[in-house]
């Protein structure tokens, strides 16, 4: 498989905040690679990195399609979705499309098709600075892939969509994978990246606690947490069978689990005065917290 992207050792700090540190990644073309982290992670700053927005640091190597990304001439192979992006007040949505044709070096034509995929067409005369959430991110999408990049990059796409959008944005990136481009896109939905991605690279605290198809990192994480006030110590929370990680707050822990039923027969067992007791679906911290722990067998 031919690789579109390829990162070593990227790091970078703001002053003296360390966001990456020592990051490696590759995308291979068709291929989907999701970055999970949980705000704060670095998620951004290794996207910026990867898109030519940020100078690399220290011994960082970034390459797009094996170029450097700060090129004008690399950048052509590369497609971006943002996090938040503001459209200027005067340009209409088939002139955006438009422009990104023409300063990518393909045909302008090239815009009316991917409008037409986009559910765009509609709006071709409409302000982008009127348009809702849903309909700039399909224009984003539309502007990125016009040039049949490489490599597209998309930092929390879907945030704020609705289940159709979210649908039909994964399908039409679906199609273009087939085709040969490459994906890298961020999110902190487990759940999202678990089911979009080939391989999902889970980031925090600037480093990567773990790499994996997302069956075999699914079966390494938690799937629920049980919250209660016990008087049991924690010696003996870390013996209660399936237990993937424990936090305590005061007199109240958080276990997470991979076999709750059995988790808490032997936990209502052993603690009689057991109170406030809740079971709830594992979020992305458990998760990453069962990995950081590294006792997530
Ligand atoms: N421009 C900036 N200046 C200073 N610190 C920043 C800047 N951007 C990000 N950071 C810090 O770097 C870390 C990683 O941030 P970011 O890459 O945005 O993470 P994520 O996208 O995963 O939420 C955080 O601690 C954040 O506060
Ligand atoms: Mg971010």
């Known amino acids: 498989m031919e690789t579109v992207l390829e990162v070593r ?57 094996g170029g450097d990304p700060r090129i004008a001439a690399t950048r052509r192979h590369l497609g971006v979705v943002q996090q938040s992006i503001g459209f200027p007040n005067t340009l209409k949505v088939a002139e955006l499309v438009t422009g990104a044709a023409v300063r990518g070096g393909v045909p302008r034509q090239a815009a009316g098709p991917l409008m037409a995929e986009l559910d765009l067409t509609e709006l071709a005369g409409r302000r982008a600075a009127k348009l809702s959430g849903g309909q700039k991110q399909r224009l984003q999408l539309a502007m990125a892939l016009v040039t049949s990049p490489a490599l597209l990059v998309l930092d929390e796409p879907t945030a704020g969509l609705d289940v159709p959008s979210r649908r039909q944005f994964w399908r039409v990136l679906a199609e273009r994978r087939a085709r040969g481009t490459g994906v890298l896109v961020t999110t902190h939905l487990i759940e999202e990246a678990a089911v979009v991605a080939d391989r999902v690279v889970v980031l925090d605290h600037g480093r990567i606690l773990a790499a994996d198809r997302p069956e075999a990192l699914m079966a390494r ?56 007791l809740r079971v709830e679906g594992a979020g992305l911290a458990d998760a990453v917290v069962g990995l950081t722990e590294g006792n997530a067998a």
């Open 221 to 276: 994480l938690p799937d629920r947490t049980v919250t209660a006030r016990t008087t049991l110590d924690r010696a003996r929370l870390e013996r209660l069978p399936g237990v993937v990680s424990i936090s305590c707050d005061g007199d109240r822990v958080r276990l997470a689990t991979r076999a709750p039923e059995t988790l808490l027969r032997v936990l209502l067992s052993e603690d009689s005065d057991l109170t406030d």
């Open 9 to 65: 050792a990227a790091r970078h700090s703001y002053g003296g905040t360390r966001a990456l540190d020592g990051v490696d990644l590759e995308v291979g073309a068709g291929e989907c690679v999701a970055l999970l982290g949980p705000n704060g992670a670095g998620k951004t700053t290794l996207v910026n990195l990867v898109i030519g927005l940020l100078q690399p640091q220290e011994a960082s190597w970034i390459r797009v399609h």
